[in-house]
């Protein structure tokens, strides 16, 4: 399937399970913890994702995410698929798992959790999870456990999420 397929797609699902607030849950959930593209577009408002050629660049880390040096070139978003995208559905498949992102300098490494924290900073939820900030749980099974998303520090000054 192409890009357009993919995003046609998924407009059908979503339109299939409007009536069922709970079958559309689940439809976001496993879509946001098996489906990159999908989490990165429509759920990290990373509309700068939806291009052929990142799709299928999605579709290769989905394929066989570890094991490979990754060699992109400059401004490829390879650190928006992998570094930002990935690492954020592996913390919401697995919310034990820890996490290590290293650079040869501290604005490189801090780049990745910036967005997340001026969310958080601007009392902003991530689209389509408003319990991360306190809210009515609807997509309560998005996050994980509470402690993931309340945890006090979101500091770049050391890389501490």
Not at 26 to 45: G, N, P
Not at 78 to 91: A, L, M, V
Request: proline content about 6%.
């Amino acid at each position: 399937m192409n890009r357009e397929q993919t995003i046609s797609g998924y407009f059908t699902a979503f339109g299939e399970t409007a009536g069922n607030p709970a079958a559309h849950n689940e439809l976001q959930r496993r879509l946001v913890l098996t489906d990159l593209f999908f989490l990165l577009v429509f759920i990290l408002d990373r509309k700068d994702i939806n291009h052929d050629w990142l799709y299928a660049r999605c579709r290769e880390v989905e394929a066989a995410p570890d094991g490979y040096l990754d060699l992109w070139g400059r401004e490829h978003r390879k650190s928006t698929i992998i570094t930002f995208g990935k690492t954020i559905q592996d913390i919401l498949r697995d919310p034990e798992i820890t996490v290590g992102i290293f650079s040869f300098n501290r604005p490189s490494a801090n780049r990745p959790i910036a967005d997340p924290r001026r969310r958080r900073k601007r009392r902003r939820p991530m689209p389509h999870c408003n319990r991360c900030e306190g809210g009515s749980g609807r997509t309560q099974t998005l996050c994980g456990p509470p402690s993931i998303t309340r945890r006090a520090g979101w500091r770049t000054t050391n890389g501490t999420l």
